[in-house]
């Protein structure tokens, strides 16, 4: 019996744990776009937080990138840890609530929301930001 419930122990363990998922799908149409926001445009270095102001033109790329456009200038990037399940598709929307502070930070979990049915279908963690800035600008 002791031996059965190790054995059991061991496969809830192991059904829980995930190995490295498939890399996200990105379409042709999202592809162009993702670089038709960062051409002419060069990383800076990563920021942990995004304020607020800078977070009103979201373009999501596929489950697991999201993109920030602040004017034709500078496009901040952001890539979510472990993906977003079900962000890529047209009828869900990503939903945040900040605490303590209005910015998005590394760390600031969103919840993936089904937009006909209003009900939430996943969540996400936030990843670093990454600037791409056009050259000649200050960062």
Excluded: W
């Amino acid at each position: 019996m002791r031996v059965i419930s190790v054995l059991m122990a061991g496969a809830v363990l192991a059904s829980c744990s995930t190995g490295p998922g498939p890399a996200p799908t990105r379409t042709a149409e999202k592809q162009r776009e993702y670089q038709a926001l960062l051409m002419g445009k060069v990383p800076l270095a990563p920021i942990s937080c995004l304020p607020h102001y800078r977070s009103g033109d979201m373009r999501r790329i596929d489950e697991e990138t999201i993109l920030f456009r602040d004017g034709s200038r500078r496009v901040y990037v952001a890539h979510m840890q472990g993906g977003c399940s079900g962000l890529d598709r047209s009828s869900t929307a990503l939903v945040t609530r900040q605490f303590g502070s209005a910015d998005l930070c590394r760390g600031d979990i969103a919840q993936v929301v089904d937009t006909l049915n209003r009900f939430p279908v996943g969540s996400c963690v936030f990843g670093d930001f990454v600037p791409y800035v056009t050259p000649g600008t200050r960062g």
